[in-house]
């Protein structure tokens, strides 16, 4: 008889789980609490993930499903609009949707196996499920930290969550103050500023502000995955012509001005806005199998609780990486199917918690104190991929096919390959107004000569913190 998996939304990492649920003989279904497919890249007009400017962050040959490339003729950063078609698109070529309950909002009770609660028009059902795979993501609890503001209950303007914001026109000659930034914090600052009449961002710590594309004018992730940082293309500009400008953290709120940490103040607020990120909490979970110790998430490989006696419950989409959520999400989904298939033994419990002991101590290090599972995307996806027999054999493949050794070792880390040695011409299809000559392109050599100064920073680093 067929495992029966309970999958939680039907986003990205919910459509990736069902497709990779089925490929392992598995018995899929998926609630869906909206009334359509795509989680945040679906946008609506009520309170609700996603915003109606939202553009992508990474290009489009980094962020597709490995087996579902996209047009060749869509742009490299998406708008919102243009994903959720390859979304659905992916998801109807893949006969996904006979597997997905729409507007069903899940809550669990654990017995000896999953009983998930589903409720629709006030109606409660029950159905057994003997896995469940939770891909909520990342974005589904706003962050507002009003207690760690003083004063904020004396600001008479009006305050928000950026989740909340959709539209530039509510802020039309407004003064307004983002709380943040982050990628969706710069990206609204900038919006805001060309109908606000001005636009402070108060960040803590700040953070490097890099153009969407690197070398070439191709685009960054094509060519560079590395350290964390912002991407806009506009933000830069604002900040010169004065229409943004960056303070440091908010010590406290007056009626209608803040106080910085530097003593200067920002007076006559209109409204604020809070780019505060999100909790990363299931409501509908006993918290202590997500969270086994200390407050902190705990999760072997960022997608199994390591104190369940079985393996029938797996978080998908939940790592954040400098990368990709599609290809993440696709390959975690991957090993945990395997893994309820019986096709894949996980380690002994104390083999489990002495790795998540390992990663903690290097998430520290390198990340500092924080709720979220980061990782490398590169060694993380390669890990993965290692679990499913999806790594390449690099030194194995420069023996039996030196040219497409070199184009997978120096060419961009794209989840797919079948198309290897086409990733530069799917990358510049969308502008070929400007015909883009062989010569142009970034040649293996000279990409290796370029990045011998990113091993040698990499040595550097491990010899300092090791």
């Not at 994903?83 to 659905?88: D, N, R």
């Not at 010590?251 to 809070?274: N, R, Y």
């Not at 290897?420 to 990358?427: C, Y």
Request: one cysteine or more; glycine letters at 6%.
């Amino acid at each position: 008889m067929r495992k029966r998996v309970g999958i939680i939304r039907a986003g990205v990492s919910g459509l990736a789980a069902i497709r990779c649920c089925l490929e392992e003989g598995l018995e899929p279904t998926c609630f869906e609490r909206s009334n359509d497919v795509g989680g945040l890249w679906k946008f609506s007009d009520h309170t609700e993930e996603g915003r109606q400017s939202v553009f992508t962050n990474s290009s489009k040959e980094i962020m597709c499903f490995p087996d579902f490339p996209y047009p060749d003729d869509y742009p490299n950063y998406m708008h919102h609009s243009k994903l959720q078609e390859y979304i659905k698109t992916f998801a109807q070529k893949k006969d996904l949707l006979r597997h997905i309950y729409i507007k069903k909002c899940p809550s669990f009770l654990v017995t000896g196996q999953w009983v998930v609660v589903t409720e629709n028009n006030g109606k409660q059902e029950s159905t057994i499920f003997d896995v469940v795979m939770i891909c909520l993501g990342h974005y589904v609890y706003p962050n507002l930290p009003t207690d760690s503001f003083p004063g904020l209950n004396q600001f008479q303007g009006n305050y928000l969550h950026n989740r909340d914001y959709k539209d530039p026109e509510a802020f039309k000659g407004k003064r307004v103050l983002m709380i943040g930034l982050g990628n969706s914090g710069s990206d609204t600052a900038v919006e805001l500023s060309h109908l606000a009449t001005q636009v402070i961002i108060s960040t803590r710590s700040g953070s490097w502000v890099m153009s969407s594309v690197w070398d070439d004018d191709y685009p960054w992730d094509m060519v560079f995955l590395r350290k964390e940082p912002i991407f806009n293309d506009e933000l830069q500009s604002c900040i010169l012509c004065g229409t943004v400008s960056i303070k440091p953290s908010v010590k406290a709120f007056k009626e209608t001005s803040a106080v910085f940490e530097d003593g200067t103040m920002f007076e006559a607020i209109d409204s604020i806005i809070f780019a505060t990120g999100y909790d990363y909490s299931y409501p509908f979970l006993d918290e202590t199998i997500i969270k086994s110790r200390n407050n902190e998430v705990t999760l072997f490989k960022g997608i199994f609780p390591p104190l369940m006696e079985m393996p029938t419950l797996a978080v998908i989409g939940f790592v954040q990486s400098l990368g990709a959520a599609i290809p993440t999400a696709d390959l975690q989904a991957h090993w945990a199917a395997k893994v309820f298939a019986n096709s894949y033994t996980l380690p002994t419990t104390n083999e489990i918690t002495a790795d998540i002991d390992e990663k903690m101590g290097k998430k520290l290090k390198w990340f500092g104190q924080s709720q979220t599972l980061q990782a490398d995307y590169i060694t993380y996806m390669d890990e993965l991929g290692s679990f499913i027999g999806a790594k390449l054999n690099i030194p194995w493949l420069f023996l039996t096919d030196p040219h497409l050794a070199l184009k997978v070792y120096f060419g961009p880390c794209s989840p797919y390959q079948n198309a290897i040695l086409t990733q530069w011409n799917q990358t510049v299809k969308p502008t070929r107004e400007r015909v883009v000559s062989e010569a142009q392109r970034p040649h293996p050599f000279y990409n290796l000569l370029k990045m011998f100064s990113f091993p040698l920073l990499l040595l550097a680093v491990t010899l300092t913190f090791y």
